[in-house]
């Protein structure tokens, strides 16, 4: 039996690769906040799902956790970790609460590292176990190679996870514990109705008009989102490669985003002026 522990598995990319891989025969333990989520997980996966109660921000929780999964698993390997557990925060840096930028890093980077840390010797880097050693296998984000405006808490966070999965691999090659990083483009999960702004935030800034159209930019990001279904596959290539790539691009078309990347700098800059542009000129008319 093979084992892989989600984070973040009571909706969206974590429930549907939990529902994928015990469908092609793996044990998974999945981690929710709720007790509630735990017990409809429980009931719905049955006797090949373990639901784990913790938040990634809570150190004890992971630990009261970890000891739960060693019981399980007794001297054997966990096969993968998938840190998948993240949010999305939305504003202008100029008037964001400094609490809600460092809300993004607890979740999506120090929360990723915390659970990481608790887990590696269950991956191998305890060499008493018996198997091979794990993946770990980190959802970042296209957005953690480009950053857009109003969005750079999650991508600075994501940038982050780029480094961290990159350090990793190269720290765990002692072990032969690998890391890599998934880049999903926008994905149909609650993740983003969850980051639309709160009435009348930045009534009062600058930045109001243009962020009036937060709302239409989120519906047009879910339009145009791909299935998680896509992301559980791709999980499960991964899982059973050897050897896979360092880095996935997942995205309905990944040649723009290529193409931006080659870009200079200023040339991106210009871009986004003139469509901030467009966005004032029709809020005055």
Sequence with gaps: MQYILITGASTGIGYTTTKYLIEHGYFVFGSVRKATDAHRLENEFGEKFKALLFDVKDEDAIQKSKAEVENILGSNNLTALINNAGIVVFGPLQHLPFEEFQNQFEVNVFGVLRVTQAFLPLLGADKKRKGSPGKIINISSVSGTFTNPFLVPYCASKFALESLTDGLRREL???GIDAISIQPGPIKTPIWTKAKLPDNQYDNTDYDP????TDKMIA????NAIDPINIAQLIHKILRKRKP????????NSLPIRFVRLLPDRWVDKI???QINKILEKSLT
């Design 245 to 252: 790539k360092t880095k996935y691009i997942i995205m309905r």
């Design 220 to 223: 047009k990001t879910e339009r």
């Design 210 to 213: 243009v962020l009036k159209g």
């Design 173 to 175: 090659l002692i072990y």
């Design 272 to 274: 986004f002026k003139i």
